[in-house]
Each structure stands twice: as structure tokens, then as C-alpha cells.
Nanobody
Framework: QVQLTESGGGSVETGGSTRLSCVASERSSCMAWFRQAPGQGRVGIAYIDSDGVTNYAASVKGRFTISKDNAKNTMYLQMNDLTPDDTAIYYC?????????????????????WGQGTQVTVAS
């Protein structure tokens, strides 16, 4: 079972930046970031696979960057040019080892392991 621990987030002003981290207890073939805004469902915003291939939701493409450090089993989400619409709880997620990313993902039903979530609030 993959255990995920997130850190980072907090309060940021519009136009600012912040970085989230997610430490995994073991390596996964596909890891992703999801977010859940107040009153809305959880949606996928980016994934990264074991080869470093990434995919982004249109809402964050060009502003957010997903990356990973295999030596540390850590995934990151660099978030730039933040707006109040980015306010949400951010979750990292992982698939079981050997299960790969789907090209048009990330899709919530594909991920079996989740972090506890970390709040990002963007002040207007």
C-alpha cells in the first residue's frame, strides 16, 4: 500500500506562487495532483508517469508544473500566477506500482492511494 504525505500550500495572494510536495512510501508508475474547490467535486489537474511524461488540465496548463524526484520518492506541484479560482484542497494521488497513466488523465477513479489534502487559499 502506497502512503502519501503532502506538504506546502497555505495562503497566497493573487499572482503569487507556491509549491506543494508529496512524499510517497514507495515508487508509483503514475502520480497525480487533484483539487477540490468549495462545493465542487474533486478534479484532476496534472499527472506524471515513471518516465516523466506529464499531462495537465486546461485550467492550469502553462501556470502549474508537476515534477518528481525519484531518489526522494517525492512529487511536486509548482503553482504560479495563482488566482482565487485556484483556491481548493489539493490532493496527491498514486496508482499501484505497475499501473500506468492514461494519456488523457488524470481521472479520479483510476487512483487508489490518496494523500490527506492540503489547503491552498488565494486571496483576491
Amino acid at each position: 500500500q502506497v502512503q502519501l504525505t503532502e506538504s506546502g500550500g497555505g495562503s497566497v495572494e493573487t499572482g503569487g506562487s507556491t509549491r506543494l510536495s508529496c512524499v510517497a512510501s514507495e515508487r508509483s508508475s503514475c502520480m497525480a495532483w487533484f483539487r477540490q474547490a468549495p462545493g465542487q467535486g474533486r478534479v484532476g489537474i496534472a499527472y506524471i508517469d515513471s518516465d516523466g511524461v506529464t499531462n495537465y488540465a486546461a485550467s492550469v496548463k502553462g501556470r502549474f508544473t508537476i515534477s518528481k524526484d525519484n531518489a526522494k520518492n517525492t512529487m511536486y506541484l509548482q503553482m504560479n500566477d495563482l488566482t482565487p479560482d485556484d483556491t481548493a484542497i489539493y490532493y496527491c494521488a498514486a496508482k499501484p506500482p505497475g499501473i500506468f497513466c492514461v494519456p488523457d488523465g488524470p481521472h479520479i477513479g483510476e487512483f487508489g492511494y490518496w494523500g490527506q489534502g492540503t489547503q491552498v487559499t488565494v486571496a483576491s
